[in-house]
């Protein structure tokens, strides 16, 4: 079935420290996915994708790593800053128009 | 500001009233999305527009629901006859063909009292 799910709902950090987000995924078939940040009061906001047929993909800061023979997502994020302070969720996308999201974990920094 | 635009922003109206709610999204998206998200949820998916063409609808909207992009620009979602369960943050997203990245706007959120 499609579903995508998160392992922990918070996650505390100190700022300064590396994070890690988790997700996990029960569709083979996705084509790509994606990370997104939701702030307080807005809408999500797209932070980095990868495709199914990658393992690693890095940005600015951040890190997605994709092990398909598990169907493990996670999403690094180096030098938490408390901006980074958020609601993370993955979401998966099957490579039609559908986009489907977890129920996210939410990241607090500790100063 | 990603640049799409909802409008209200807030609404609140009591149940058994009809509510419709705007999104503009950037301009030459030709994709749009409507999602809803409640408290702790992710957002889940409405409905998709091709331009002016809606291509797919979730089971979750139900006959009460509809929506329209009439010129392939802006597009309205309307409720009717609102029920207590439909209060939620209702989402735009828009994209165009050749990005996997979706740009949000802030959300409509709707109380039904």
């Known amino acids: 079935g499609e579903s995508v799910g998160l392992h922990l709902p918070t996650l505390s950090v100190q700022e300064g420290d590396n994070s890690i987000i988790n997700c996990a995924y029960s569709?083979?078939?996705?084509?790509?996915f994606i990370w997104y940040k939701q702030e307080s009061g807005k809408g999500p906001q797209f932070i980095i994708d990868?495709?199914?047929?990658?393992d690693k993909r890095q940005g600015q800061r951040v890190t997605v790593l994709l092990n398909k023979t598990v169907k493990h997502l996670s999403l690094q994020i180096a030098a938490t800053q408390p901006g980074d302070s958020a609601v993370y969720f993955c979401?998966?996308?099957?490579?039609?128009?559908?986009?489907?999201f977890g129920a996210g974990t939410r990241l607090f920094v500790k100063a | 500001d990603t640049g799409v635009s909802q409008d209200p922003r807030h609404k609140i109206t009591k149940r058994g009233q009809n509510v419709t709610f705007r999104c503009d999204p950037i301009s030459e998206h030709n994709r749009l999305y409507w999602y809803r998200q409640t408290l702790g949820q992710g957002p889940e998916f409405l409905t998709y527009?091709?331009?002016?063409?809606?291509?797919?609808k979730s089971r979750l909207l139900s006959d009460r629901f509809s929506a329209e992009r009439p010129k392939g620009s802006f597009s309205t979602l309307e409720i009717q006859r609102t029920e207590q369960g439909d209060s939620a943050m209702y989402l735009c997203a828009c994209q165009t063909e050749l990005n996997t990245e979706a740009f949000f706007g802030q959300g409509t959120r709707l109380t039904v009292v």
């Open positions: 979401a998966e996308n099957t490579g039609g128009f559908k986009t489907i």
């Open positions: 990868i495709r199914s047929n990658m």
């Open positions: 527009f091709q331009n002016e063409a809606q291509l797919e």
């Open positions: 569709n083979s078939a996705s084509d790509y």
